[in-house]
């Protein structure tokens, strides 16, 4: 994984420019109990990191930290250390980025955790949207992108919805 304090965030690259900023904004995900998309870190990590569809370098770097930070705490997690994580993947997959050696080494790894984390994070209750994430966070780490982008969308209404069609057809 790519250490904070490593120099090389400077020379990778996030929808804003070089990725300086991002260690300090992935430190904080260590010391926040506000995990919620539109608050700080997320919504800058977010808007910087996933925008509209897009991943960077830094992108790759920042998985590895997200899920460290969720295995450490679970079962307090928010749906956005799941969500973060298969989102990436979906994007990377969608647009062929390439993920550089150096970085993939430990992205990869991360990635394969997701199911375990999303195992120990059901002792918590789940409201739809946590479900939706945990869902796609599973299939992103095992490969299949396009349920992982379907799970993000779904909610009792839509999974209804479906389901009454594909009864029907």
Same mark, same amino acid.
């Given at each position: 994984?790519?250490? *904070?304090?490593?120099?090389?965030?400077?020379? *990778?690259?996030?929808?804003?420019? =070089?990725?300086?900023?991002? =260690?300090?904004?992935?430190?904080? *995900?260590?010391?926040?109990?506000?995990?919620?998309?539109?608050?700080?870190?997320?919504?800058?990590?977010?808007?910087?990191l996933a925008h509209q569809g897009d991943v960077y370098s830094a992108s790759f770097a920042a998985v590895p930290h997200i899920v460290r930070v969720l295995a450490r705490a679970t079962a307090a997690s928010d749906l956005s250390f799941f969500q973060f994580p298969a989102w990436?993947?979906?994007?990377?997959?969608?647009?062929?980025?390439?993920? =550089?050696?150096?970085?993939?080494?430990?992205?990869?790894?991360?990635?394969?955790?997701?199911?375990n984390l999303v195992a120990a994070a059901a002792t918590q209750e789940w409201d739809d949207a946590f479900l939706a994430c945990a869902l796609s966070a599973i299939a992103a780490a095992k490969g299949h992108i396009s349920i992982a982008e379907a799970a993000l969308e779904l909610d009792t209404e839509t999974a209804e919805e479906f389901m009454k069609w594909f009864r029907e057809r």
């Open positions: 994984m790519l250490e *904070l304090d490593d120099p090389r965030w400077a020379e *990778l690259r996030h929808a804003y420019g =070089p990725a300086s900023d991002t =260690p300090s904004l992935l430190l904080r *995900l260590d010391n926040t109990s506000i995990s919620i998309g539109v608050e700080e870190p997320w919504f800058t990590l977010w808007s910087s990436v993947e979906i994007c990377r997959q969608r647009k062929g980025v390439p993920i =550089p050696d150096y970085l993939s080494e430990a992205y990869f790894p991360a990635l394969r955790e997701l199911p």
